[in-house]
């Protein structure tokens, strides 16, 4: 014997319609329902969308790299122990001069900011900007870049003098990102 599912009326346990209420016992409708359910749940936050899974995070240095409508290249990059008594990097060092070009291909104002660019070294030290003189260079600030609009500067790094393994990370927001979004892998 078993119980009725809707009035707890006892009845056979071979019963697919209770004698008393007379409703079916059988779930396998609502348990195929349930399991359709699951699984375009479970579909839709495995699978997304699919554009994060598309975009490619790795890049070399000579590569424009274009992330939601907006386009990153590296314009240059020059290693110098500094120009003048007063922007001279310390005995094993030298700066890292990255000239970087963000265009704003989007049709709305994004924000730009040189402390979303990190620099990784050979050890896997993540570092930000080093300094705020980039000597006679233009250096990038932060702000507001209009749609259409572009901007050019330079971030400094100091870094082990003859690192070949350089990276320079993007972040989309440094102070709320885990992971960084793009990097170029410096020549």
């Given at each position: 014997?078993?119980?009725c599912?809707?009035?707890?009326?006892?009845?056979?346990?071979k019963?697919?319609i209770?004698?008393?209420?007379?409703?079916?016992?059988?779930?396998?409708?609502?348990?195929v329902?349930?399991?359709?359910?699951?699984?375009?749940?479970?579909?839709?936050?495995?699978?997304?969308?699919?554009?994060?899974?598309?975009f490619?995070?790795?890049?070399?240095?000579?590569?424009?790299?274009t992330?939601?409508?907006?386009?990153?290249?590296?314009?240059?990059?020059?290693?110098?122990k500094?120009?003048n008594?007063y922007?001279?990097?310390k005995?094993?060092y030298?700066f890292?001069?990255?000239?970087?070009?963000?265009?704003n291909k989007?049709?709305k104002?994004i924000?730009?900011?040189?402390?979303?660019?990190?620099m990784?070294?050979?050890?896997?030290?993540?570092?930000?900007?080093?300094?705020?003189?980039?000597?006679d260079?233009?250096?990038?600030?932060?702000?507001e870049?209009?749609?259409g609009?572009?901007?050019?500067?330079?971030?400094?790094?100091?870094?082990?003098?003859?690192?070949?393994?350089?990276?320079?990370?993007?972040?989309?927001n440094?102070?709320f990102?885990?992971?960084y979004?793009f990097?170029?892998t410096?020549?």
């Amino acid at each position: 014997m078993k119980k009725c599912k809707y009035c707890q009326t006892e009845i056979d346990k071979k019963a697919k319609i209770c004698p008393n209420c007379h409703k079916k016992q059988s779930h396998i409708v609502r348990w195929v329902i349930l399991g359709l359910l699951a699984i375009i749940v479970v579909g839709v936050i495995a699978g997304g969308s699919g554009e994060e899974d598309k975009f490619q995070k790795e890049y070399n240095q000579n590569d424009m790299v274009t992330y939601k409508d907006v386009n990153y290249s590296i314009i240059s990059v020059d290693k110098t122990k500094g120009s003048n008594q007063y922007f001279q990097a310390k005995d094993g060092y030298e700066f890292v001069k990255v000239k970087i070009k963000i265009e704003n291909k989007s049709d709305k104002k994004i924000s730009y900011n040189a402390l979303d660019f990190q620099m990784v070294n050979g050890d896997g030290v993540e570092a930000s900007v080093y300094s705020i003189t980039a000597e006679d260079d233009v250096q990038l600030h932060s702000g507001e870049l209009d749609a259409g609009g572009k901007i050019e500067g330079v971030i400094i790094w100091e870094q082990k003098q003859n690192d070949t393994n350089l990276k320079v990370r993007y972040y989309e927001n440094v102070l709320f990102d885990d992971d960084y979004t793009f990097q170029w892998t410096l020549d």
